[in-house]
């Protein structure tokens, strides 16, 4: 990773870090043991991807990082209750997350299902304050994130991966997973990123064809590095997907066609933003550092 990419990473995510700890109630204010539940998960180190995806697709439309940033945050704040809930003994069952204790060992189950689902209500919330743009109101980027996060994407997704387990899946079948529980919600970052800065329609449909493609890439990623990394490299427990009996992309294919297929796909990626005449710069280095990560 260049040094100017690294000072990027850092800044943005220190934007990212500073709105959600304004847009959380604070630890001590009641019920205090669910704020502390939802602090602990959402503020455990997450390398914030979505919501700097979010960022860098207002600013190759446009627009600003004070528009985006209320996006951004509820994007983040959806995916860290996607993660508490998936972590659940009847879900994926694990016991770390970012490195850290997962919500429900520290608090218990229902504090956990309580605390994902009180962060899934604050991201709804955190939209309905979000300043509109003259192509995309309120109501179009409500239902960006609600048709992301219902039956047809995330909680689909999640549903087709825990079916999923101990049968042996072809690759359609994985895909779907993938493009549902993964690829989804980071098209919807990157379209409510656009939304924020008047996005055309050509705009919004290359950002959700970069966001497929990147999204993809890097499950196929997750997928290598699960069989590959460490527990501690990772921050969650590494070898999960194989010892729960979940089909990969290194299960059906192998790890070095699976690179092929990751390399394939962040090629395909960067012909998406052609349409940004040069102002995609950011985008295109974010889907090299994905296809390129070691956890």
Avoid: W
């Avoid at 109101?137 to 909680?155: I, K, N």
């Avoid at 689909?156 to 079916?163: K, P, R, S, T, Y």
């Avoid at 192998?254 to 710069?281: C, I, P, Y």
Wanted: proline share 3%; charged share 20%; hydrophobic share 45%.
């Amino acid at each position: 990773m260049s040094s100017d990419l690294k000072t990027y990473l850092a800044q943005r995510c220190a934007l990212v870090d500073e709105q959600l700890q304004q847009s959380l109630p604070a630890a001590e204010v009641a019920p205090s043991t669910l704020h502390q539940a939802m602090r602990h998960s959402l503020f455990a180190g997450g390398k914030r991807l979505r919501p700097i995806l979010c960022l860098a697709a207002a600013e190759a439309c446009g627009g600003s990082l004070e528009d985006a940033a209320p996006l951004a945050c509820a994007v983040e704040c959806l995916h860290t209750y996607s993660l508490i809930h998936d972590d659940l003994p009847a879900m994926d069952d694990d016991d770390f997350r970012r490195g850290v204790p997962t919500c429900h060992k520290v608090y218990g189950e229902a504090i956990a299902i309580l605390a994902g689902d009180a962060m899934q209500a604050l991201a709804f919330e955190l939209i309905a304050r979000a300043k509109p743009s003259a192509r995309h109101g309120h109501a179009a980027m409500l239902r960006e994130l609600a048709v992301t996060a219902g039956s047809l994407h995330l909680v689909g997704g999640q549903v087709a991966d825990l079916e999923g387990e101990g049968k042996a899946l072809d690759l359609a079948a994985l895909q779907f997973i993938h493009h549902n529980k993964t690829a989804a919600l980071l098209c919807t970052s990157l379209r409510l990123g656009g939304m924020s800065a008047n996005a055309s329609p050509e705009q919004m449909q290359a950002l959700q064809d970069f966001g497929m493609a990147t999204g993809l890439a890097f499950q196929v990623i997750d997928d290598i590095l699960d069989c590959t990394q460490s527990s501690e490299k990772l921050g969650k427990s590494a070898g999960k997907d194989e010892a729960s009996g979940k089909s990969t992309y290194p299960a059906l294919m192998g790890l070095e066609a699976s690179r092929e297929v990751a390399r394939e796909l962040t090629a395909k990626a960067h012909q998406a933003l052609a349409v940004f005449n040069g102002n995609d710069a950011r985008l295109g280095e974010l889907a090299d550092h994905l296809l390129g990560r070691d956890f």
